[in-house]
């Protein structure tokens, strides 16, 4: 009698402990369920993203343009500019020119009487130009050495640019450059004519220069510029703007748009150029994706995580 009891009380242990278990497992398994739904969508609208300032684009194929970027400064064309210098040693008697004044060539800029002769001379402006330096004033003993005016044909100008190291084995002459101003605005479209072959010891650079065309006077000699070097170009087969690329867990990612919302698409990423990314991996050409404000749907996405925790 008393084995049956222990017998029957065992089994039943048994039964409560295979229970348990059994519940606890049926616990562990509903998170498996949820993440096998499918894949995350952040369900907008069209309506609602067009509102949201959302903009949508289509993969496909982009010129990617791979550039190096440059700083700069404006100055004047060195092979038409000229210095001036008295002829014979004596004192200044008169100035006529100032500097930014306009000089037509054999136009009077100073006059010196000469120490030997006490006889005054004139010195002329030797091309068409502006008068970019001044160094003499009315008394000033001047000698055939000093320079006392720097005129200079303002028609065309140089953009130098400073290559340091680790560019010098991309740059070279011949290639575009996009130049835009200090203040981001587009300035040209030009091309490197000279690279020098030394560099400059104090900064470690070389200098790039591009000459571009200034009968317009927009270009101002010691305005900073930056530069955008074209090293490379080609053809992305599938592409997107740069501006929807998102992170997610680390890595590039895309919101695709679908029927149901945004889907987060993990993508792999190539050459880059300012506007678009190649896309080398988890987009197909023809597929519509997230760019402008891309980001809003990536906040709309963290937003939902954070409130199913």
């Not at 130049?179 to 900064?203: K, M």
């Not at 074209?230 to 998102?246: D, H, K, M, N, R």
Request: charged share 20%; net charge neutral.
């Amino acid at each position: 009698m008393n084995r049956q009891i222990v017998r029957l009380f065992a089994m039943g242990c048994l039964i409560t402990v295979a229970g348990l278990a059994a519940c606890s497992k049926e616990k562990k398994a509903a998170p498996v369920e949820k993440r096998a739904a499918g894949p995350q969508v952040v369900a907008i609208t069209p309506q609602a993203a067009k509102a949201a300032g959302i903009q949508i684009a289509i993969a496909g194929p982009a010129d990617i343009r791979e550039t190096i970027a440059l700083f700069g400064t404006v100055r004047s064309n060195g092979e038409k500019e000229q210095n001036v210098r008295a002829r014979y040693p004596g004192t200044v008697r008169s100035v006529r020119k100032s500097i930014g004044d306009t000089v037509a060539r054999g136009e009077t800029l100073l006059t010196v009487e000469s120490s030997s002769s006490l006889q005054t001379y004139a010195i002329t402006s030797p091309i068409n130009g502006t008068v970019l330096d001044r160094k003499a004033n009315v008394g000033d003993t001047v000698d055939g050495v000093t320079i006392l005016m720097r005129v200079t044909d303002l028609s065309s100008a140089w953009v130098e640019f400073a290559v340091f190291a680790r560019d010098l084995g991309h740059v070279r002459a011949g290639m575009p450059v996009r130049v835009t101003a200090a203040d981001g605005h587009f300035l040209a479209q030009v091309r490197l004519d000279y690279v020098a072959p030394s560099g400059d010891s104090g900064n470690q650079s070389v200098v790039a220069r591009a000459t571009v065309d200034n009968s317009g006077k927009e270009w101002v000699p010691g305005q900073f510029v930056s530069g955008d070097v074209a090293i490379s170009e080609f053809q992305a087969p599938v592409a997107v703007l740069s501006a929807a690329l998102q992170t997610m867990d680390g890595k590039p990612a895309v919101f695709v748009q679908t029927a149901r919302g945004f889907e987060p698409r993990l993508v792999g990423v190539g050459r880059r150029s300012q506007t678009a990314v190649e896309i080398t991996d988890g987009l197909h050409a023809g597929e519509r994706y997230a760019t402008t404000n891309s980001y809003l749907v990536k906040a709309d996405l963290l937003k939902g995580e954070a409130e199913e925790e």
